[in-house]
């Protein structure tokens, strides 16, 4: 939960994160920065596309990096 997602929205691991108020290209940057690849859509939306061979473990701590950098851009902003 952040000030800054609209809407989570996807099927099965395809997950779209729709952005209000925030460049979803700032936020891509951060999450790379995290260790977490993700892509921009259209304008305001974070497409994330894990592989379709990734562990709970491994989206337990995608999720943890998620969550810091939402966490993060709530103090910068």
Do not use: W
Request: glycine share 8%; proline share 3%; hydrophobic share 40%.
């Amino acid at each position: 939960k952040s000030k800054h997602i609209k809407e989570v929205r996807g099927r099965g691991l395809c997950i779209g994160v729709e952005l209000k108020d925030i460049n979803n290209h700032e936020v891509c940057e951060e999450f790379l920065k995290a260790g977490v690849l993700c892509l921009t859509a259209r304008d305001n939306v974070v497409r994330f596309t894990p592989p379709l061979i990734i562990n709970q473990e491994e989206i337990n701590g995608a999720m943890e990096r998620v969550e810091k950098v939402f966490n993060d851009l709530e103090g910068k902003i």
